[in-house]
């Protein structure tokens, strides 16, 4: 990301603050870190991780909620902005949060618990052809429909109350043994799923990787975004696409080494994708870093660029 002292920096996920950590240990006291996380709880461990200063402001939000945040804060934009998607290890450990399966806490899955529909609830309230579309969509699960009806019936009669009752269910419904759930165990498509629709988290990440983080990031600034499965790569890939708007700097995502993920399993379905905001000035070019028109290329050095497009009336500043 090219970090430097004196950066402002936003951190959209701030989870448990290790990124921002080393974040601001590179901006230095002349930089600013904004942090943001949709969970009170990982707020709270990021606060005492990163401490309370004046280099670091911290806000329980969405990532979508960024420009309000830095106005709140009087920064006009940011040089820098990261988005780690997903779900951190310390809510997957927390058992009261039902994010692992094995977890006897209650099925909620939701990263803010005062806000929107559990877990437990939705199974209650939603049709089985709701169901199917949640599992085939956000889990891209083979057995949505066998699974939604058999999680329909289960709801009429004694409705799922914890996460681990949730992937007994599914094991009996799809009549496996023990032997079968050595592989990946099927429960891990559907609470993915849900966890999705609780947090209506494909809605969020189009906004913020489609919206948000081109209209805060200052001009050459650069945008980072982790994702953890293809639901979400998919909208960053084409986001990073719009060449008139990012100079994409990982036509092909980075991945963990193999050392990486024999540390951290978990890296194994990460990618992260990072792109510099461009911006089309009007009689020069394209200009990664607007303060300095030595950098602009004209349209006709772009060739690749224009090739079967207009000229950027479209671009997006
Ligand atoms: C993979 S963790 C981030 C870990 C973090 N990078 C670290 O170093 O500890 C993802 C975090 O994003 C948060 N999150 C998920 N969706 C969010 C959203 N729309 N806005 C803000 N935070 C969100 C989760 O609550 C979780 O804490």
């Known amino acids: 990301m090219d970090l430097r002292a004196g950066l402002i920096v936003a951190d959209g996920t701030v989870g448990a603050g ?18 943001i996380d949709r969970d009170p709880m990982m707020l709270q461990i990021a606060t005492n991780v990163l401490g309370q200063s004046r280099q670091v402001i911290l806000h329980q939000a969405s990532y979508v909620e960024l420009e309000n945040v830095l106005k709140t804060n009087n920064i006009s934009g940011v040089d820098r902005v990261l988005l780690d998607l997903g779900l951190s290890s310390d809510q997957l450990s927390d058992t009261s949060r039902g994010f692992s ?15 929107g529909q559990s877990a437990k609830s939705l199974l209650r309230t939603a049709t089985e052809s709701e169901l199917e579309r949640i599992l085939r969509e956000y889990g891209e699960d083979s057995a949505s429909h066998r699974i939604a009806k058999c999680l329909s019936s289960r709801a009429a009669t004694k409705p799922l109350e914890t996460a681990a009752e949730l992937s007994e269910c599914i094991v009996e ?78 036509p092909r995502p980075i991945v963990a080494t193999h050392q990486e993920q024999r540390v951290n399993p978990r890296s194994r379905s990460a990618k992260l994708r990072v792109a510099r905001k461009l911006i089309w000035t009007e009689g020069i070019g394209i200009c990664p870093m607007a303060v300095d028109e030595s950098v602009c290329l004209p349209p006709w050095e772009l060739p690749w660029l224009w090739r079967g497009r207009n000229l950027p009336h479209d671009a997006r500043n």
């Open 18 to 35: 290790g990124h921002s950590q080393m974040i601001a240990r590179r901006i230095g006291d002349t930089g600013t870190l904004i942090g």
């Open 101 to 115: 399966f094995q977890a006897v806490g209650p099925l909620d899955l939701r990263f803010d618990p005062r806000a």
């Open 173 to 250: 419904c799809l009549g496996m043994t023990k032997r079968d759930l050595r592989e990946k165990h099927p429960a891990t498509r559907v609470f993915q799923a849900l966890r999705i629709a609780v947090n209506n988290e494909l809605e969020h990440v189009a906004r913020g990787v489609e919206h948000v983080i081109h209209r805060i990031l200052n001009p050459g600034g650069i945008a980072a975004v982790i994702t953890f499965h293809s639901l979400e790569d998919r909208i960053v890939k084409q986001e990073f696409r719009r060449t008139n708007s990012w100079q994409n700097l990982t």
